[in-house]
Nanobody, 125 residues
Framework: QVQLVESGGGLVQAGDSLRLSCVAS????????MGWFRQAPGKEREFVAA????????VYADSVKGRFTISRDNAKNTVYLQMNSLKPEDTAVYYC??????????????????WGQGTQVTVSS
């Protein structure tokens, strides 16, 4: 079992930056990848970004490419999401996710077994 704890959310203005962090409760050496999803009010939870733990390769949703950067710190069992040039449409609860196994579609919710509680990000216009 892996427990994930997010932090770093908050209220910012459009154009500002935020960095989210997610700490895993145990060593991440056995994880295949970690990722971030988000869910806005009245909408489905959607994929934001993922990082493969061993290679460091990354995958991004088109809506955040060029603005968000996902990274990991193996020694700290932590994944980060640096969010720049934030827009009001980025407002959502952001969830950290992790999985141990290779999956065909790393952007799908079903491809992650472990989830954090979420952290709120609100971007005002």
């Amino acid at each position: 079992q892996v427990q994930l704890v997010e932090s770093g959310g908050g209220l910012v203005q459009a154009g500002d930056s935020l960095r989210l962090s997610c700490v895993a409760s145990r060593r991440t050496v056995s994880l295949n990848r970690m990722g971030w999803f988000r869910q806005a009010p009245g909408k489905e939870r959607e994929f934001v970004a993922a990082v493969f733990w061993n290679s460091g390769n990354t995958v991004y949703a088109d809506s955040v490419k060029g603005r968000f950067t996902i990274s990991r710190d193996n020694a700290k069992n932590t994944v980060y999401l640096q969010m720049n040039s934030l827009k009001p449409e980025d407002t959502a609860v952001y969830y950290c996710a992790a999985d141990q196994f290779p999956r065909v579609d790393v952007t799908a919710r079903r491809s992650y077994d472990y989830w954090g509680q979420g952290t709120q990000v609100t971007v005002s216009s």
